[in-house]
């Protein structure tokens, strides 16, 4: 199985302040179609997880502009140019180009 | 609005079975593959079983294969996963997703809880 790996796991932030959240995985994750399918999750608390970012970098409708992704082959960054208080909860990476499709363990971030 | 609705969960004593419901609704269910991730308490997430748009084909985790089995209903719109021989480590929120593309996990339920336990 593709391990994901995440750094780190837990992150304090002052509001305003940015944030990167690292995700390293044990085999590439670019398709033979060219694209790589490394995907961030974020999960509010209490709520169900939601996409924030597909395709390394591409942000989902409706997610704020200061989330971005970048990467390549093994190595992706979450970063947050300027947290908000309504950006608490647990960040996951995950890939989806093998089966089982496989998540990192979360990074926790809380606010200051 | 596209919604995802799981049941079913509940308290089940080890060895036993158990059957888990989604419902959707807001999109055409019959398009999308569809599948399960659960989350221990207090644990990440974990994907569980995959399944193609006509149930054709299906994907497990090594944990759960020969134990659990997800199905659809295309005409009731509606996502099952038989789960025998259940085991604690198997204590969860059973979330159903729609994959919009390989690992595209764009709408999930709200999940439901298994236990078991004792």
């Known amino acids: 199985d593709v391990v994901m790996t995440q750094t780190p796991l837990s992150l304090s932030v002052t509001p305003g302040q940015p944030a990167s959240i690292s995700c390293k995985s044990s085999?590439?994750?670019?398709?033979?179609?060219?694209?790589?399918?490394l995907y961030w999750y974020l999960q509010k608390p209490g709520q169900s997880p939601q996409v924030l970012i597909y395709?390394?970098?591409s942000r989902f409708s409706g997610v704020p502009d200061r989330f971005s992704g970048s990467g390549s082959g093994t190595d992706f960054t979450l970063k947050i140019s300027r947290v908000e208080a309504e950006d608490v909860g647990v960040y996951y990476c995950?890939?989806?180009?093998?089966?089982?499709?496989?998540f990192g363990q979360g990074t926790k971030l809380e606010i200051k | 609005e596209v919604q995802l609705v799981e049941s079913g969960g509940g308290l089940v004593q080890p060895g036993g079975s158990l059957r888990l419901s989604c419902v959707a609704s807001?999109?055409?269910?019959?398009?999308?593959?569809m599948s399960w991730v659960r989350q221990a308490p207090g644990k990440g997430l974990e994907w569980v079983a995959s399944?193609?748009?006509?149930?054709?084909?299906?994907n497990y985790v090594d944990t759960v294969r020969g134990r659990f089995t997800t199905s659809r209903d295309n005409a009731r719109n509606s996502l099952f996963l038989q789960m025998n021989s259940l085991r604690a480590g198997d204590t969860a929120v059973y979330y159903c997703?729609?994959?919009?593309?390989?690992?595209?996990?764009?709408?999930w339920g709200q999940g439901t809880l298994v236990t078991v336990s004792s």
């Open positions: 997703t729609r994959v919009d593309g390989f690992g595209f996990y764009v709408k």
């Open positions: 807001g999109f055409t269910f019959r398009n999308y593959w």
């Open positions: 399944i193609k748009v006509d149930g054709s084909v299906t």
């Open positions: 085999q590439s994750l670019l398709h033979s179609d060219g694209k790589t399918y």
């Open positions: 395709e390394v970098s």
């Open positions: 995950m890939q989806g180009i093998y089966l089982p499709h496989t």
